[in-house]
């Protein structure tokens, strides 16, 4: 159980800047997993950590669409052995009344063990240990979402831990640990959406691409996208939008109730967690329409209903996070959808070796690229 040296993505100050540099995996406890990574996906999660705008702390090593394979598991984890292929998901406790009862994105511990920094203390009282290290023992905000996968090893948490096919593209399906199940989760599992029905989804970034392709797959009969780039609407389309709409323009709300008689769609998903455009979200549901948030903004920020409005048509506003998913479940069953060509996230998917991972950082950011990963 010596310390392994190892190379991660390190953000040194909450400035947005990353850099390699050599860090010190701390020794295997008994419910984790030594992980080598060979990919992992770019969230807007980790853009928002590394600039401070959603909690974090300098010197930390994020990542949470990890993909790799297991090169050690401690005694208490029985899913995986040495050898196998992994998708790296959050982190949860396993046993409070949400993880019970199928809902681990709710787990009553999720702040805490994927945004702590620092491994969950087991036992109350007990000293929080962190992960990973710097030269001369130096604590490293790490453990993120379980997992800290911006780094060629890392130690993950096992509920963190989804085993996949031996033959399963690992720098593919890295992106399902997050955002590719946060869309269609918010889609297929907290608003459970019919066929038939009408779906807007605002902001068509990777996860806003799930949500159109998970209300394709469940037969919606219209399919609007709404984002600020033309080009992404047009992709949105491909994969299912039947339906394009600017988000800047200042009729959106009635172009999405022209589009969905008699007044609105019957279900809408936000990705953006702009409050402007979730207010405009729920103002352009129909009668008994119900609409998601997924995107996150950081704390503090709220968004004003028309109460009578809200009263008068039924309308339900509810919040979604990991798209309420259990990912040992969820993430094979999206691998099957693709496999059925239903789920073709190559499309928006871009590869950067980890050399390259201010591009692949700034492509994100600008929303030049939908979804990058790199690749170790």
């Known amino acids: 159980t010596m310390s392994r040296t190892t190379t991660a993505l390190v953000v040194p100050e909450l400035n947005g800047k990353f850099v390699l540099q050599q860090v ?27 600039t401070g705008t959603l909690p974090c702390a ?8 990890g993909a790799g394979v297991v090169l ?4 208490a984890v029985t899913s995986v052995v040495p050898g196998d292929k992994v998708l790296l998901s959050f982190s949860h406790c396993e046993t409070c009344t949400a993880c019970t009862s199928g809902h681990p994105s709710y787990c009553h511990t999720f702040n ?9 203390s087991v036992a109350s009282g007990a000293p929080r240990t962190a992960m990973l290290t710097k030269e001369g ?11 800290s996968s911006f780094a060629k090893h890392t130690l993950v948490h096992r509920s963190s831990v989804v085993k996949v096919a031996p033959d399963t593209d690992l720098a593919l399906f890295a992106p399902m640990g997050c955002g590719m199940q946060t869309g269609a989760g918010a889609v297929l599992n907290s608003l459970d959406v019919k066929e038939g029905s009408s779906v807007a989804v605002f902001g068509v970034g990777s996860v806003g691409m799930a ?10 009969k219209t399919i609007i996208a709404v984002d600020l780039q033309p080009s992404r609407l047009e992709l949105a389309k491909k994969l299912g939008a039947t339906h394009g709409v600017i988000g800047s323009d200042p009729d959106v709300v009635e172009q999405i109730r022209k589009l969905a008689p008699p007044n609105g769609v019957n279900y809408a998903v936000d990705c953006t967690g702009v409050p402007a455009v ?13 609409a998601a948030t997924v995107g996150a903004p950081g704390p503090g920020r709220s968004v004003a209903v028309d109460i009578m409005e809200h009263l008068t048509f039924g309308k339900e506003y509810v919040g979604c996070c990991e798209g309420d998913s259990l990912p040992s479940k969820f993430i094979p069953y999206l691998m099957e959808m693709h496999a059925k060509g239903a789920f073709p996230l190559e499309l928006f ?6 050399s390259e991972f201010e591009k692949a950082m700034e492509d994100s950011r600008s929303g030049k690229v939908i979804k990058a990963v790199l690749r170790w």
Do not use: W
């Not at 805490?112 to 969950?120: A, H, I, L, T």
């Not at 979730?278 to 119900?290: A, C, K, P």
């Open 24 to 50: 010190y995996l701390d020794a295997l406890q008994p419910d984790e997993v030594l992980v080598e990574i060979h990919a992992s996906g770019i969230c807007h999660t980790d853009l928002s950590c590394a």
């Open 58 to 65: 300098p010197n930390a090593v994020l990542g949470h669409e």
């Open 72 to 75: 050690e598991a401690g005694s």
């Open 112 to 120: 805490d063990r994927n945004f702590g920094g620092s491994r969950p």
């Open 137 to 147: 023992g130096a604590p490293v905000h790490s453990s993120f979402f379980g997992q």
């Open 211 to 220: 949500a159109v392709m998970a209300a394709a797959f469940k037969k919606a």
């Open 278 to 290: 979730v207010r405009t979200m729920i103002d352009s549901l129909g009668t008994l329409g119900r």
């Open 349 to 354: 998917v871009e590869y950067y070796d980890v």
